[in-house]
């Protein structure tokens, strides 16, 4: 049973536009949400956090938003570039150290 | 500096064949993660370190799969009698210490490829 899904495979974004990527999640015990991004032939690395005591992560043009109530997370990049174009994953964690990820959702950012 | 290196970065094995895949994560690192990563799925958690110390092996599938951490820095994920199934990513995952586990960082991965 997944306990994190992204719902959206894929998105398109024109450059200079928001891109929102959501993700839902199972269980309201997660005390820690991540977004990582991937390249091609390389590993996550990881980009922004929220723990569940917030509401609202911002680090530059990410900003991470946890809507605790509807078990729902996401990620705002504004403005968008090419170079953002990559696979995003969530991911949620416990103070038990196990996470868990979602499938990904590509975003290409067109020029 | 040098980040988590995974070797080799393609293994291909045949089916019933052991295979033995190795991570070097940051130096001075102290938890140390497996994943397996199918085509188009997210990581999946396989097992966690914290030093030499493996506290969590919930998410091996099966008991072919073995990870050790002697000295707590490198890891080998080994996989006894290899199936098609088990053909996926390996992403290796580390991170400072316990505390600030939340914040990993990726290997590049060793994708498996049983034939």
């Known amino acids: 049973d997944q306990q994190v899904k992204q719902n959206s495979p894929s998105l398109s974004v024109q450059e200079g536009r928001i891109s929102i990527l959501n993700c839902d999640y199972t269980?309201?015990?997660?005390?820690?949400f991540l977004w990582y991004k991937k390249y091609p032939a390389e590993g996550p690395t990881f980009l922004i956090s929220i723990s569940s005591i917030k509401d609202k992560n911002e680090d530059g043009r990410f900003t991470v938003f946890l809507n605790k109530s509807a078990k729902h997370l996401s990620l705002h990049i504004v403005p968008s570039q090419p170079g953002d174009s990559a696979v995003y994953f969530c991911a949620t964690a416990n103070t038990g150290n196990q996470f868990y990820f979602g499938t990904g959702t590509s975003l290409t950012v067109i020029p | 500096g040098a980040g988590v290196s995974q070797s080799p970065r393609y293994k291909v094995a045949k089916r019933g064949q052991d295979v033995a895949l190795r991570c070097d994560p940051i130096?001075?690192?102290?938890?140390l993660f497996w994943y397996q990563q199918a085509l188009g799925q997210g990581p999946e958690f396989l097992t966690y370190?914290?030093?030499?110390?493996?506290?969590?092996k919930s998410g091996l599938p099966s008991d072919r799969f073995f990870a050790e951490r002697p000295e707590g820095s490198v890891s080998t994920l080994k996989i006894q009698r290899t199936q098609q199934e088990d053909s996926a990513v390996y992403l290796c995952?580390?991170?400072?210490?316990?505390?600030?586990?939340?914040?990993?960082?990726f290997g590049p991965g060793t994708r498996l490829t049983v034939t």
């Open positions: 370190f914290q030093n030499e110390a493996q506290l969590d």
């Open positions: 995952a580390s991170s400072p210490d316990a505390a600030s586990s939340y914040e990993q960082y």
């Open positions: 269980n309201s015990m997660f005390d820690y």
């Open positions: 130096s001075g690192h102290v938890s």
